[in-house]
């Protein structure tokens, strides 16, 4: 429940007046004899501002409607009566319709506000604004209310920075509060990641849930999500025609949907003739790191595409859902970020629809560790601190599908891993090994070895304390 308190009071809107809303207030105040308001609310933002109607609107009955969702009957000595009833489109009250008048309200007075209220629904839900917020600022509001309104884990990641033309930044908004309205109230997801992408020359947001999709296929793409989601969805379409831009729904019944939309919003640069731009991803958990990293990118090589840094990723998931998400030709992680289970991140990302390329950030990684890496596909590992020659010549290669490794981290990867009594590894231990490289279970290489899988089991573990790997994946990439 929205508490009455955090709301601000209702201001004047300035703008075209909506027609539609403008007769409801002028029906209202007939009816009653006093005064009619319609008021625009955004729950995520805690404010109201006035659609249509002429003053103040009286008390703080917008308030106490955000705070009940019900109809407010309120009046005292020397007060006027008012009415106020919410504006209900899905779970979120876009408004209230606040009526004055001359004497107490009757069940039939509160009836008919509320059939106006049913009127005004699409004329709010088409009104969302800004106000004076930056629209990662405004999204991040709309996530905050979705996770409060429902059993939904809500993200947002944002990418590039960049100036937005205002009537572009309102019309994006108004197309994610649309995009989020549907995953709240039809797709029953129980994640939902929103991705802000500054690019050269446009604007994307990508809104991506886990709920129930749809055949994005069928001739009516749309028939289960319903009227409300199918009227939703037509008007952000038109939206992205209205700004020349793209929209894209990809989605399948049990998989989730994805929304996509790009938007012009300034003059890119040419591309040179016959090259292809490398958009790359920099993703480390200290900030200094992923500012330094894109800074050096910029300016050691202009003709990289978007060169941007993530910073709402904390752990493995994250990371593999930003890439995902934003797509990146080459992501650049600091190798802490990866966690003890390396290789299964690397494999993880390599099983996305477009895996990136990984370069890693580290300013000492073991050799196994290494090793471990380069044998999952890692294209190049580089101290932050090196010089920003290196750093883009390893960035560009890997985003050329090559992999470029300095001459001591060829030398280390040459050097043989430790074996035998080095490391104190058993005969037996040897023939463990060499079955696990096979891709063998426990059990499996009991039956070869004719020992019991409790024993193999004993083995694998003493090989992962010798060898310093981390699991049977990284042991099994050792050879």
């Keep these: 429940m929205v508490a009455a308190a955090p709301f601000s009071t209702p201001a004047e809107e300035t703008g075209p007046e909506d027609p539609l809303l403008r007769r409801i207030a002028d029906h209202l105040a007939t009816l009653t004899g006093g005064a009619g308001w319609v008021v625009r609310v955004d ?3 805690g404010f109201a501002t006035v659609a249509v109607g002429t003053g103040s609107v009286p008390g703080d009955a917008v308030a106490r409607v955000l705070a009940t969702r019900a109809p407010v009957v309120d009046g005292g000595p020397g007060h006027p009566p008012v009415l106020a009833v919410p504006v209900v489109r899905g779970p979120r009250v876009v408004g209230a319709c606040v009526v004055t008048g001359d004497g107490p309200f009757s069940d039939a007075d509160v009836h008919l506000a509320e059939l106006f209220a049913d009127y005004a629904v699409l004329a709010l839900a088409d009104g969302g604004t800004l106000a004076g917020r930056s629209l990662e600022q405004a999204v991040r509001q709309e996530l905050a209310w979705v996770e409060a309104h429902g059993s939904v884990r809500a993200d947002l990641v944002t990418v590039g920075a960049g100036v937005i033309p205002d009537e572009v930044a309102d019309e994006v908004f108004r197309v994610t509060q649309e995009a989020l309205l549907n995953v709240a109230v039809h797709a029953d997801a129980t994640t939902v990641r929103v991705g802000v992408l500054h690019g050269p020359g446009t604007l994307t947001v990508l809104v991506e849930d886990d709920g129930r999709g749809f055949d994005a296929a069928a001739p009516a793409r749309l028939h289960v999500a319903g009227a409300g989601a199918r009227l939703g969805l037509r008007a952000t379409a038109a939206r992205a025609r209205r700004l020349d831009g793209e929209l894209e729904i990809d989605s399948a019944p049990g998989r989730g949907t994805r929304l996509r939309v790009t938007v012009p919003c300034s003059a890119a640069p040419a591309p040179t003739p016959g090259r292809t731009r490398t958009g790359v991803l920099v993703a480390a958990v200290r900030p200094v790191v992923r500012a330094g990293v894109v800074r050096m990118l910029q300016l050691g090589e202009p003709g990289l595409g978007m060169v941007s840094e993530v910073s709402a990723v904390t752990d493995a998931d994250d990371l593999a859902g930003a890439c995902r998400l934003l797509g990146p030709d080459v ?3 600091e190798h802490e970020l990866l966690g003890d289970d390396l290789v299964a991140v690397l494999d993880r990302l390599a099983a996305l629809p477009d895996p990136p390329a990984v370069v890693l950030l580290a300013q000492h990684c073991p050799d196994e560790r290494l090793r471990a890496a380069v044998a999952a596909g890692v294209k190049g590992c580089v101290d932050p601190d090196a010089d920003t020659d290196r750093l883009v010549a390893v960035v560009t290669a890997a985003g050329r599908g090559e992999t470029l490794l300095a001459d001591d981290q060829l030398g280390r990867l040459a050097a043989p891993p430790r074996t035998g009594r080095a490391t104190g590894i058993t005969p037996r231990e040897h023939q463990v090994r060499g079955l696990v490289a096979r891709g063998l279970t426990d059990r499996q290489i009991a039956r070869i070895l ?4 409790k ?13 310093g790997t981390r699991n049977r994946t990284m042991l099994a990439r050792l050879g």
């Design 43 to 45: 729950e995520a933002a």
């Design 450 to 453: 004719a020992i019991s899988a």
């Design 331 to 333: 992501l650049v992680v």
């Design 455 to 467: 024993t193999v089991e004993k083995h694998v573990g003493s090989l992962l304390r010798k060898t």
